[in-house]
Each structure stands twice: as C-alpha cells, then as structure tokens.
C-alpha cells in the first residue's frame, strides 16, 4: 500500500465516506440517511433506548455521559429524544473515527465525542451527569465492580445492557465455553463477588473489533452485578431485555437510579413483551435476528482467515518437500549415502 491509496477519485457522497471503513460497519445507518450501505445492527433505532426513556422519565433536558458510543448509534437516538447534551467516551480509535463521520453525516450538534478509555475519564471527571448509558460496556472490563462503583459516583441515573456469566449455559454452549476460565474470588471497596475470566481469541483479528482494549476480559454473574449496583448505592433497579439463550451468552438491560429520591422518575415496572413500549418491541426482534446474522458474519470472516492460513502452511509445505526432494536426487546425497552404506558393510565406525 502507498499514500496514493488513501485518495479517491469519486465524487463525494454520503456513501464514498461510509466506505472508508467498508467492511467494518456494525450498525445500519437511519432512513434519513437512504439506502446507504453499512452494517446491518438497528442501534440508530434500538428498543433499549426507548425502553430505558420510558424508564427514567425520558432523557429531555438531561446531560448524558455515553460509554463505549461505537458508531453513534445510542448517540443518534439520544439526540432525537431530546438530550440537552450528550458526552461519548470511546477508546477503539477506528469506533471514535467513526463516531465523528457519523456525527458530521447526521449533523448531530449536541453530542460530543472524545478519545480515551472510559475508567480512566471517570477517575479523573469532576462535572455530574444526570445519566449513563452503558450498553455493551460491562463484559468488556477486567474489573468490572470498579466501573460500576465509578458510575455510581458520576450520575443519578443509569442505562446498562450487558452480557453476564451464567454457568448454565455456557458450560453447555461449546463455542462460549472454550472462552471462559473457572471463577475466582474478587474484592473491590468492600464488594466481595467472583470474576470470569473471558478470551477474546480470534475475534481480535477482525478490523471491526469493538471489544475491550486487552486480550480478555472479566465477567459477573448476574446475581453479582445487581447486588454491586445496590452496595454502590444504584436503587430502584427494573430489568428488561433479559435474554439467558442470546447466542454470544446469557444478557440483560437494567435501569437503576441513584438513591431513593429520584424514584419519581419511574414509571411502574412492566414487562417489554407486554406491549407497553412498542418501540422497543418493533426494534428488539430486528436486534435479535440481526445479532444471529452478525455472529454468522464474524464466524464466516474467522473461518476465512482460518483457511487463509491453512492454504499458506500447505504452501509452505509443498515448498519444503520439494527441497527435500531436490536434495536426495543431487549428487552429494548420493555419494554421502554411498559412503555411510560402505562404512557399515565394512563395520568401520559413523558419525551418522
């Protein structure tokens, strides 16, 4: 590749700027921006962000810190309920880039991106916020009791939809179990519970990733995460989208605030399949079919790269058979075999 590469001689367009990262695309673009070509998760219209409005009295007004934003989806979402301001944290730099294309694509003008880890801008945030939204951030820590405790200090009211250690399943799902180790004890500020530890395996070699910033992370027990949010001070907690036979491991969505005195916030509890938020119900089956088909895709690009590798080891194979080949036919391996035979025929001693 040469710098040239990096030009374009097209004309400009919303689709010639998606395709600087074609191939790496999670999400599907909004309608508003027509049949442009991208990846193929609803996360410009997902159901748990509308569910979690619902919840928390809705986001109008509100100063919102986003973790892990990915390609701006939940960001996109958020501005169109009316969030006065919206703070994305994001440490995958190619998911930041793209965060800003999207960002001057929709012209979001109330969101603001920026580049770093997100426990290292917690420790260090002096400002409130009013809420967090924390999807698909959890599972990827190595502590993740830390995070929450973090977020318990940084905001009232709190979105997170995350994956969970269930040993159930995943000591019967051969693809999740070969990615897990045994639990072991762990302690943070006073919260005793068991981490999982979890490897990211081949998926690292995929352009695309959009894990955590090392080679594994730890996992909770759902039992654990809501029993940490609760010793950190988040009440009020209502579940929704809990799916034990999601493909990539057992998952769920809560909404906490931070002490009772928010909780006139909520509305009562009710149950996402009942039809009380048809949003959420109308964009939670695409999300579910639309993860199987991203988990085929991951799978299928694995299973090239796989057979990549095969065809250049069978490669370098061949190429060592035929110098092995071409080394027993030449003249000196002849006569150095010549030799050694005449050296045993006649007893005399060899170095062979």
């Known amino acids: 590749m040469e710098i040239l590469d990096q030009y374009t001689a097209l004309a400009p367009s919303i689709q010639n700027t998606i395709d600087?990262?074609?191939g790496e695309w999670s999400s599907k673009l909004p309608d508003v921006c027509g049949h442009i070509q991208a990846g193929t998760a609803p996360l410009f219209e997902d159901g748990r962000i509308y569910w979690a409005a619902e919840r928390l009295g809705g986001f109008t007004g509100k100063k919102v810190l986003e973790l892990g934003p990915l390609e701006g989806g939940h960001t996109y979402?958020?501005?169109?309920?009316?969030a006065d301001s919206i703070t994305a944290v994001e440490a995958n730099s190619r998911a930041y880039l793209k965060c800003l294309l999207v960002k001057e694509v929709l012209g979001m003008d109330r969101s603001h991106f920026i580049y770093g880890d997100c426990v290292e801008f917690l420790q260090n945030n002096q400002q409130p916020f009013d809420v967090c939204i924390a999807s698909g951030v959890l599972?990827?820590?190595?502590?993740?009791?830390?995070?929450?405790?973090?977020?318990?200090?940084?905001?009232?009211?709190?979105?997170?939809?995350?994956?969970?250690?269930?040993?159930?399943i995943i000591s019967t799902t051969p693809h999740l179990q070969q990615r897990f180790s045994e639990g072991e004890p762990s302690e943070f500020d006073g919260f005793s519970h068991h981490l999982y530890r979890q490897e990211y395996q081949t998926a690292l070699g995929w352009s695309g990733f959009c894990g955590g910033s090392a080679h594994y992370s730890r996992w909770m027990s759902r039992e654990d995460i809501l029993a940490c949010c609760e010793h950190f001070g988040l009440q009020n907690i209502q579940i929704g989208f809990d799916h034990p036979d999601h493909p990539n491991g057992s998952c769920f969505a809560f909404v906490a605030t931070k002490n009772r005195a928010n909780a006139a916030n909520f509305l009562p509890e009710a149950n996402v399949s009942e039809g009380t938020v048809p949003e959420a119900q109308k964009s939670l089956g695409a999300l579910i079919q639309v993860d199987y088909q991203h988990q085929i895709s991951q799978l299928q690009q694995q299973s090239l790269q796989f057979q990549r590798q095969t065809e250049a080891l069978q490669?370098?194979?061949?190429a060592a058979q035929a110098r092995i080949e071409a080394m027993e036919t030449s003249k000196f391996w002849k006569l150095r075999k010549s030799w050694f035979q005449f050296k045993k025929t006649f007893g005399l001693p060899s170095n062979e």
């Not at 979402?77 to 009316?82: K, T």
């Not at 490669?315 to 061949?318: D, H, P």
């Open 20 to 22: 600087i990262f074609k």
């Open 77 to 82: 979402v958020l501005e169109q309920l009316g």
């Open 139 to 168: 599972y990827h820590m190595r502590d993740p009791a830390k995070l929450i405790a973090l977020l318990a200090k940084t905001c009232n009211q709190l979105l997170v939809w995350t994956h969970y250690y269930d040993p159930a």
């Open 315 to 318: 490669r370098e194979l061949q």
